[in-house]
């Protein structure tokens, strides 16, 4: 059903901003959701941003005010803006899709076709 590949982690100080892509490479199956969560060592996963088919989303409280997830059809990407950025941030970031899901941000790491991640690291 082809590949998601994320892009745009790196280093960065407490602050800063970050922007993630996933492209959404040859991905044939239908998608009803996308969304990204991430996950820290020895934590669980934790979803963080999700965008349905109509453009609503929805976000962890964590990162409320401070992300935007967005669809760019003409790319094919979804991009996760990352502004204020805190050590608590730090993780490994994956995009994830699902033909069916149930709303919500806290649902992403349940989707079931998901890339290989990209890490994000904040220094205070």
Sequence with gaps: QGRLVESGGGSVQTGESLRLSCALS??????????????APGKERE?????????????????????????DNIK???????????????????CAVDSACVSGAEYVPTYGYRGQGTQVTVSS
Excluded at 26 to 39: K, L
Excluded at 58 to 71: G, L, N
Excluded at 76 to 94: F, G, R, V
């Design 26 to 39: 040859g991905y044939t199956g239908y998608v009803s959701c996308m969304g990204w969560f991430r996950q």
């Design 47 to 71: 979803g963080v941003a999700e965008i349905d088919r109509s453009g609503d989303t929805s976000y962890a409280d964590s990162v409320k005010d401070r992300f935007t997830i967005s669809k």
């Design 76 to 94: 094919n990407t979804l991009d996760l803006q990352m502004n204020s950025l805190k050590p608590e941030d730090t993780a490994m970031y994956y």
